[in-house]
């Protein structure tokens, strides 16, 4: 059973890569409203994605959105089911011509879902990859082998399993598409710099179910490939995103979530807060004298998911029960890479990666 690290609020610290902890603020409200929300004598999963209230909430998490990130008006904003991964093969669809060059940077498992979901349809080329390093670093960018007839570039702004962040100047002629999903709104971003941008929201901003697509308007005039006005991004512009029902629940929750970021100070507050947490967790890592291990680059460790290993597997299991035991849950590493993750995103409190840096003395001088 997992013991909760507040006995307060009965609540854990969740460090979970994603699905993951929403703010608590968030859920209060939601709770509050679930059974009647606007005084409509409804809640907002009972009401039809038509009714003016609906829409008005769609239109204000567009708002918060865009004052978030500081989008341009001339890129618009798509708010999709599917996930991520579903982008991953839209995007192929949408910019390049069929069997057209569309060129990826691989720099961990994220990056070649993107590149797999793409292949059937574009003549997807890897313009660098770090799997044979096991994906501990950017490949340089001299290394790069850019194609000039490339639709578009594909890269991972931050890779979730393997803690890898892009953290560099891309400079490239071609549009850059760029995987989101794990770091969007986590620290200011040049929406310019990309040409699309796409993230799932359950990592950094709010529940599963819905994603969020952010691209330059001239880029989605594109005529692509063949396909149905469901998979076609221009279908889902002209109906703002309701060109069947959305998932109206989740979308409200987003929308609480993005309200909540604003009034947090937005995106420079928490790039802020991101570094210096993350900054504490690699230290407790590196002064571990070798106990704790995180073999990432350090200009490409990643502030958001933080990927560690003890001496041997069965420390790894001991430290995540033990860990679960105070309430410090979702720590165990993604199956591809094993060890331990600790996800780092905006709604953790400051409090849950004090007390995992604690929990990570006190094991090690049991253990050494
Ligand atoms: C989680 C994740 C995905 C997959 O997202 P789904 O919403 O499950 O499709 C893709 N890319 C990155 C970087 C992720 O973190």
Partial sequence: MTRSASPVTGRVFNFSAGPTVLPEPVLHKAKQELLDWQGIGASVAEISHRSADFIALAAQAEADLRALLQVPDDYAVLFMQGGATLQQALIALNLAAPGARADYLITGHWGKTALQQAAPY???????????????DVPAREDWQLSADAAYL????????????????????????????????????????????????????????????????????????????????????ARESMLNTPPTFNWYLLALCLAW???????????????????????????????????????????????????????????????????????????????????????????????????????RHRHV
Wanted: proline residues 4%; glycine residues 8%.
């Fill in 122 to 136: 574009v003549d997807a080329h890897i313009v660098a990859s770090g799997e044979a390093q096991g994906f501990c």
């Fill in 154 to 237: 594909h890269v991972t702004d931050n890779e979730t399993i393997h803690g890898v962040e892009l953290n560099l100047p891309l400079d490239v002629e071609v549009p850059v598409v760029a995987d989101f999903s794990s770091s969007i709104a986590s620290r200011p971003i040049r929406i310019r710099d990309y040409g699309l941008i796409y993230a799932g929201a359950q990592k950094n901003l709010g529940p599963s179910g819905i994603s969020v697509v952010i691209a330059a308007r001239a880029l989605l005039e594109r005529s692509g490939q063949k396909r149905a006005p469901i998979l076609d991004y221009r279908a889902h512009l």
């Fill in 261 to 363: 970021m604003r009034e947090q100070g937005g995106v420079a507050a928490f790039g802020a807060r991101n570094a210096a947490r993350a900054q504490k967790l690699y230290a407790a890592i590196d002064g571990s004298q070798g106990f704790y291990r995180n073999r990432v680059a350090t200009a490409h460790r990643s502030r958001m998911n933080v990927p560690f290993f003890l001496p041997t597997a069965e420390l790894d299991a001991q430290f995540v029960a033990q860990a679960e035991a105070r309430g410090l849950i979702g720590l165990k590493g993604h199956k591809v890479v094993g060890g331990i993750r600790a996800s780092l995103y905006n709604a953790l409190p400051d409090a849950a990666v004090d007390a995992l840096v604690d929990f990570m003395q006190e094991f």
